[in-house]
């Protein structure tokens, strides 16, 4: 398959109708039938998204450096490596009638090993014929070898399609507690008009700091409020995957599920102490974790009563450009009333001082300025007096 299209091709996208929200650029395109060429990766225009991850399927085997593969037994199935193979430009995951233990189907699908967080993720994609069949592009922390894991916070379904009703597109956010209840937020099924396993389609989530809003074919179907005051924020891993889940129609076995592409566009970048350590936190001096809550829920805060004890936090930006810097202030009664930040943005440092003492607890504005892409620029909050607290910061993309 081809992989080109002009950046025309991005401006005379399809409009979409009656929506709140515009898509970010990567979902305005038209999609192409199963013959013809695939959307390009480019760089989203106007938006200020760059693309952070993709796998265009393009090899002839799985490249497991960035995938795990889904390993577990549930509902109806095993899922194993073997059923997931590349060739011809894209994913497939066979559906077989395969005595696997207790399990008489077997199916699979990959798990990225890289977790990410707020940005928009894509998928252009082929449910299976006959039913029986569970299809999903959805985010979740996890490798695959277990949906029921401590790690399972944020779930995101960008879609869950049976395809005894492939015409019928299940959306939305679940919040998961540690005793497994969980709460649906935004939960919609979108009805767009086509059969799902008769040709390709794009699929994308937006997901911000306040909402998820979901994305077929570059229209909005659907958007979840989803604020991290009320609700955890995890990083997520991106599942691609397909499993046995209802009465599976036999005649129509072998069946495979397709992905032609997976992608995911970064545009403000938000390092926290609870981020993996290639996300770009560190410490200096003595810190603890602290009861107070981080920005999101069911995320800790850390402080530090150590002299010069400090904390950076260090982004990885994927592009240059004019972004906003914002710090979480923790607000507490003996924190530091004089904690000074330096901004460290194309080669000049910029400080300012803080009371955590004193206001709201929130984020607030360190100010405006030009980066340049990698890892060079940083903020680094150093303990004046009291408890130091450290949480997260955020360099917003002003486009």
């Known amino acids: 398959m081809s992989r080109r299209f002009n950046a025309l091709a991005v401006a005379a996208a399809a409009a979409i109708v009656g929506a709140s929200l515009a898509a970010p650029a990567a979902a305005r395109q038209q999609v192409a039938p199963p013959s013809g060429a695939r959307p390009e ?33 549930k509902a109806k199935s095993a899922q194993l490596a073997r059923n997931v193979s590349e060739g011809g430009g894209v994913l ?3 559906l077989k009638k395969e005595q696997y233990g207790s399990y008489a189907y077997t199916a699979g699908g990959v798990v990225s090993k890289q977790p990410f967080r707020y940005g928009y993720y894509e998928t252009r994609a082929k449910t299976p014929v006959g039913a029986g069949w569970h299809t999903s592009f959805w985010a979740m922390a996890g490798d695959g070898t277990d949906t029921y894991t401590p790690r399972r916070r944020t779930e995101i379904d960008q879609f869950e399609i049976n395809s005894s009703a492939p015409q019928n597109i299940s959306q939305g956010v679940i919040a998961w507690r540690a005793d497994g209840s969980s709460t649906s937020i935004g939960r919609r099924t979108a009805q767009p008009g086509f059969d799902t396993s008769a040709g390709w389609h ?13 994305y077929v074919d570059g229209t909005l179907t659907d958007t979840a409020t989803y604020p991290p005051s009320a609700d955890t924020h995890d990083y997520l891993n991106i599942w691609l995957t397909s499993i046995g889940y209802e009465t599976v129609d036999e005649t129509k076995l072998p069946a495979t599920a397709q992905f032609d592409y997976v992608r995911y566009y970064q545009k403000d970048y938000y390092v926290d102490n609870d981020t993996p350590a290639s996300y770009g936190y560190s410490e200096n001096g003595a810190w603890n974790d602290s009861t107070l809550p981080g920005f999101t829920v069911g995320n800790t805060s850390r402080w530090s009563a150590a002299p010069g004890a400090s904390a950076t936090w260090r982004p990885n930006l994927r592009a240059a450009g004019h972004y906003q810097v914002y710090v979480y202030r923790t607000v507490y009664p003996g924190s530091d009333t004089d904690s000074r930040l330096d901004v460290v943005h194309g080669g000049t440092t910029t400080t300012t001082h803080l009371n955590y003492t004193t206001g709201t607890t929130g984020w607030v504005s360190l100010g405006a300025w030009d980066f340049p892409a990698g890892t060079g620029s940083s903020v680094t909050l150093t303990r004046g007096n009291g408890n130091a607290r450290a949480d997260a910061v955020k360099f917003v993309r002003e486009v």
């Open 92 to 94: 497939s995951i066979a």
């Open 41 to 73: 990766v480019t760089t989203p225009a106007g938006d200020g998204y760059t693309l952070a991850f993709d796998d265009e399927f393009d090899g002839s085997t799985v490249d497991t450096t960035r995938w795990n593969f889904r390993t577990d037994q």
């Open 202 to 214: 794009t699929y994308g989530f937006d997901w911000t700091e306040d909402r998820v809003a979901f």
